[in-house]
């Protein structure tokens, strides 16, 4: 029974499976009477908050499917429903991952053409030099397309670890690119940089920890080289959001005011203070409030103009990444969001710095952003499909009127009397012969029918309760969890723990919603239960421009008919933190790019992983499990427990769940290959399982 403080306990609901709905609509639910004009796609787009989040890349058409525009109104565009349909028609299954090329290409473009901007206007002397982090998306087509677009732009790449050094050295074939050696060094990772100067790469090896400073200077002298040397400073600003501890004292990378100077000396004794070229800060990703990055910028260039005068050959202002991105569209400082946008962010960089050198009369640095979420988060969508549905069933209960006094019929008179006068005193009814019900059934006054009809009476009353919230300005406290309650689950074919593992770890919202049927009203409630069987496993807050919403508004599914939803934004660290929880693997990945003449081109499928794949992962041999499950088919066959017939569906069935996507797919198709499936396995499998058997002197 629900309690709106907590979590409901024992919900009455209906199971329905894929494309099939199990409990009938309350119909006051499906068509509110305040709200009986006509739906339009226009409704749509505002429910979703579509323009808040994805400014012009996406509208909707009078089918009510979700286009994809990248470069606005004016330039081309695809249904994405009908991609969807089309991948499917060639057998790449749900969910899948869309990457978007041009979507990649307008972030680089804008994120490029704001510093540009801002630079022209302020008319400061240095340049923008963007760099990509790969940690945020280490894709391999994400980073070549990157470097690709930001030829013009001189956009660099950043590694963090030794491996993604490796990549970088490989793919950063731009002259005019950087290349930003950061996090934890060893021996090896500075060797490797320096000979990479060598090979003719601009490799800037960051010092983050004092440590690193001795090997570098070591390693340049054995290779004859002078290096270019960066710091990151530990500024005491910090940033604001999730991610604020990356800065402050206690951050875990950059070196104090003291460690500073101790560079600058111990670089001028050894006469390396000119190679002493970058000075770096971070203090975290997506930081909200535009306040943190000015007071950060102002701490950051004092440090810069000090190291100055000291004698470093200083070239570089590096601000790190934390350009966060508007998940939900509210531009505010809440964590899923940003109160500034691209363009006062670049200008209060450039200012910044701009003000710092002009006070002491120092050349403008180049100005480098290491903005990662920024550029990539946009141009990946996730679409998975709905297999089936738990929805709530209202109304008095068979059998209810049965009972003509206590418990039970004190409920249905509670819900007969609910009213917009007494909802709340009802409210406070209903939680008392609530509790009356379960001690009655716990004392064996009551049985498990009795029980069952409590609880539906319950729910009723919940339903008719919120249906008059639903009309209020002002929902009591106590209330205010019933939509949630009451809201149906929708079971998604996807991951939450693999394709959006922040919305499970640290509460980041993203913007999801359905891809089609946008010109009809959604007429459920519902939260979105992932594949895991772990309880964490579903995405139940949605964005809202003055809140979080528990549930989505989405359309009751049609029996037979696919029902797609996308969730957007997932390009940055959510594939790569992605996990095998109950060996989900790797999403089907799709490059797609736009196409003037048939709205999308298909470039590149990236096949997600097999069952036999993940299972590889921990340490599991395909054929040793093959050989495990004939061995005991084959002695349940001698036992009689199985006859051929099933023991070579169990075979077949086992050999292509190992073949096959980790994720669902559509069981009618399924169930139509089964005879098929007997048929040809009787045939092809048993003899040789037979034969064995005849002559049985062990498996
Ligand atoms: C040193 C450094 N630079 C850049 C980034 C990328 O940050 P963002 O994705 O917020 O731009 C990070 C990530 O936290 C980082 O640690």
Redesign the pocket.
């Given at each position: 029974m629900p309690d709106c403080a907590g979590h409901a306990p024992w919900p009455p609901r209906g199971v329905a499976g894929r494309g099939s709905v199990g409990a009938k609509e309350h119909p006051e639910l499906s068509t509110p009477a305040k709200d009986l004009r006509a739906w339009t796609t226009r409704d749509s787009v505002e429910l979703y908050q579509l323009a808040a989040w994805g400014g012009e890349s996406y509208a909707i058409d009078d089918r009510g499917d979700l286009l994809v525009q990248p470069m606005g109104p004016s330039g081309p565009r695809f249904s994405l429903p009908e991609l969807v349909e089309d991948l499917r028609n060639r057998g790449i299954e749900l969910p899948m991952l869309l990457r978007i090329s041009d979507i990649l290409e307008m972030r680089v473009k804008a994120l490029a053409g704001t510093f540009a901007n801002a630079i022209r206007e302020t008319d400061y002397k240095g340049r923008y030099r963007p760099v990509f982090?790969i940690?945020?998306n280490q894709q391999r087509d994400v980073v070549e397309e990157l470097v690709d677009f930001g030829r013009d732009h001189a956009l660099g790449l950043?590694a963090?670890s030794k491996p993604e050094l490796l990549v970088v050295l490989a793919h950063m074939n731009n002259p005019e690119g950087l290349v930003v050696c950061?996090g934890y060094k060893d021996v090896n990772y500075i060797e490797t940089a320096m000979l990479a100067q060598k090979m003719g790469l601009y490799t800037i090896i960051v010092v983050d920890r004092f440590e690193e400073l001795e090997t570098v200077i070591e390693v340049s002298k054995r290779f004859d080289l002078r290096p270019h040397i960066g710091v990151r400073a530990k500024l005491a600003s910090r940033g604001a959001g999730k991610?604020q501890e990356?800065g402050g004292d206690k951050s875990k990378f950059g070196l104090t005011a003291g460690e500073l100077i101790d560079v600058v000396e111990r670089l001028r004794e050894v006469d390396m203070l000119d190679c002493l070229e970058l000075l770096h800060f971070?203090i975290?990703?997506?930081i909200t409030a535009i306040r943190a990055i000015k007071d950060a910028l102002k701490e950051a260039t004092r440090i810069f103009a000090e190291l100055h005068d000291l004698g470093a050959g200083l070239k570089f202002l590096d601000v790190?990444?934390?350009?966060?991105v508007d998940y939900d569209g509210s531009q505010t400082n809440f964590h899923s969001s940003a109160n500034y946008s691209l363009q006062e962010y670049a200008n209060d960089v450039v200012f910044a710095v701009q003000q710092a050198c002009d006070e002491k009369s120092i050349a403008h640095p180049d100005i480098i952003s290491?903005?990662?979420?920024?550029l990539t988060a946009h141009h990946a969508i996730l679409v998975f499909d709905v297999l089936g549905v738990a929805q709530q069933q209202f109304g008095v209960p068979k059998g209810a009127e049965d009972y003509e006094e206590g418990t039970i019929a004190n409920l249905v008179m509670t819900l007969r009397s609910v009213s917009q006068k007494n909802f709340q005193e009802s409210y406070h009814d209903m939680l008392q012969l609530k509790e009356e019900a379960i001690s009655l059934f716990n004392l064996g006054y009551l049985d498990l029918k009795g029980r069952a009809i409590a609880e539906a009476l319950v729910w009723a009353i919940c339903e008719r309760i919120h249906q008059i919230c639903q009309s209020l300005d002002y929902v009591p406290e106590e209330l205010q969890g019933l939509e949630r309650a009451l809201a149906d689950t929708y079971y998604c074919n996807f991951s939450v723990f693999q394709s959006a593992p922040d919305h499970w770890a640290v509460k980041q919202l993203f913007p999801t919603m359905p891809i089609h049927r946008l010109n009809e009203r959604p007429t459920r409630r519902a939260i979105l239960a992932d594949l895991t069987c772990d309880s964490d496993g579903k995405v139940d807050k949605f964005i809202d421009l003055r809140d979080v919403k528990s549930v989505l508004e989405v359309h009751p599914i049609t029996p037979g008919k696919p029902y797609y939803m996308g969730m957007f934004l997932v390009g940055?660290y959510q594939e790569i933190l992605g996990d095998l929880h109950n060996l989900f693997g790797d999403t089907n990945a799709i490059h797609v790019s736009m196409d003037e003449q048939h709205g999308y081109r298909i470039e590149r499928v990236i096949e997600g992983d097999s069952v036999t794949e993940v299972l590889s992962y921990v340490q599991y041999d395909k054929q040793e499990l093959i050989r495990r499950v004939r061995g005991r088919l084959e002695q349940a066959l001698r036992d009689g427990r199985v006859n051929m017939r099933e023991s070579a569906l169990l075979m077949r069935r086992y050999e292509e769940g190992l073949a096959a996507y980790t994720y669902l797919v559509d069981d009618d198709a399924v169930l139509a290959k089964d005879e098929d499936v007997v048929q040809q396995g009787v045939a092809a499998a048993v003899p040789a399982a037979a034969e064995r058997v005849r002559g049985s002197s062990g498996i």
């Open positions: 982090p940690k945020v950043e963090g950061n991610w990356s971070h975290g990703s997506q790190g990444g934390g350009l966060a290491e903005s990662g979420r920024a940055a």
